[in-house]
């Protein structure tokens, strides 16, 4: 008989609030599934005519999922909570506990409508010390009501912790089973869900140091930098290339999907920077899409960097700062970080 998350969570020493977190979270992602499951007919597809912070278009599943993970976080007692659809953290009014939830609440989400594999991506910090505690008294700023949705600089300062710092990452796969990847700084494992209870399907994911499997939009390849057309160039020479052997390239733009491929057999998985938005340093958001993601590709056996950094170790400057992102077996990952040095 495999084992539940719940137990998985008390042997691992998981404090209960934190564990209270996490299962309120998922139990959220237990609905979402449910509704991603019955698509059309629950109504949920399509566009919701609205816009997030970043002026990407939303989709209906995009708000929905981000309202249930709201509630969710706010009724585990969560201190504060931020995602990719909400301009500024929501601080809970009635805090139980210190922990700072990050969702990307429907990750690839321009896939919901042709029924490809969608995902929501999770981290959770701990507010920094020398911000009033949960359980102390709360005349700081959290008390004042604006704080919802309005100006909120020192709410976002305390989510602004490098990666490092994460106590918690995951994401679940709306997939042909809904799956969830976790790690809590000691493995990364994983679950499927059946019947609203999540039983652990691998124990400890293991990424290959080596792969022959790259995942890149090769769409914008004239926009790349040289290290990245360089290594890209060398792969698609094959066997008689620099590289001595055939790479085989797959990308399905939900990175929650690509993402878990590189999880269950190995590969890379890229997203440069490149010369369309020069003023942006990549697509994809650090701290609730790059950051988990690279706290779970670590803890089994992988690398990720920004091309010249470990991604973990970049301290953020903006809530929703965007980053390059180079993950997955370890040698591939220390080949095109080297192409970026050299
Ligand atoms: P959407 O959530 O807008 O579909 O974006 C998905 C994503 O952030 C990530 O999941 C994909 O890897 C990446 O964007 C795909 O980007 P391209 O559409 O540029 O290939």
């Given at each position: ?29 237990v ?15 399509g ?19 981000n ?7 706010e009724?585990?007692?969560?201190y ?21 939830v990050?969702?990307?609440?429907l990750?690839?989400s321009?896939?919901?409508?042709v029924?490809v594999?969608?995902?929501?991506i ?19 700023v ?22 490092t ?25 994983s ?42 160039d ?22 929650v999907?690509?993402?878990h491929?590189?999880l ?8 440069p ?48 700062e965007r980053v ?19």
């Amino acid at each position: 008989m495999p084992q539940r998350l719940s137990e998985f969570l008390t042997q691992g020493n998981a404090p209960n609030d934190l564990t209270a977190v996490i299962m309120k979270l998922l139990e959220g992602c237990v609905t979402i599934s449910e509704e991603v499951r019955r698509g059309a007919l629950a109504g949920v597809l399509g566009e919701a005519g609205s816009d997030n912070v970043q002026g990407e278009h939303q989709k209906k599943l995009d708000v929905i999922s981000n309202e249930i993970l709201l509630a969710a976080a706010e009724q585990a007692g969560a201190y504060a909570i931020t995602s990719e659809e909400m301009e500024a953290p929501v601080v809970n009014p009635q805090p139980t506990n210190d922990y700072l939830v990050l969702f990307d609440p429907l990750d690839g989400s321009s896939n919901i409508d042709v029924n490809v594999s969608i995902g929501t991506i999770f981290s959770i910090l701990k507010k920094p010390n020398g911000l009033p505690r949960a359980d102390g008294p709360r005349n700081d700023v959290a008390n004042d009501s604006s704080w919802r949705g309005g100006n909120a600089d020192e709410a976002i300062q305390m989510f602004l912790q490098p990666g490092t710092r994460q106590l918690v990452a995951g994401y679940v796969t709306y997939g042909p089973s809904t799956q969830l990847v976790i790690t809590l700084g000691n493995g990364t494992t994983s679950f499927t869900l059946d019947q609203n209870e999540w039983w652990m399907t691998t124990p400890s994911m293991q990424v290959p140091v080596d792969t022959k499997e790259f995942s890149i939009n090769a769409s914008n390849a004239r926009h790349w930098e040289p290290p990245v057309k360089r290594y890209v160039d060398e792969m698609l020479a094959g066997k008689t290339g620099p590289l001595g052997k055939d790479f085989n390239m797959r990308w399905i733009a939900s990175m929650v999907a690509d993402v878990h491929r590189v999880l269950t057999r190995g590969g890379t998985f890229m997203y440069p920077r490149d010369a369309r938005e020069p003023d942006k340093a990549g697509k994809l958001r650090l701290m609730y899409e790059a950051n988990p993601m690279s706290f779970l590709i670590e803890q089994a056996g992988g690398a990720s960097t920004n091309g010249h950094q470990r991604i973990l170790e970049l301290q953020p400057q903006k809530l929703h700062e965007r980053v390059a992102v180079f993950l997955g077996s370890r040698n591939e990952i220390e080949r095109v970080t080297g192409y970026h040095k050299g």
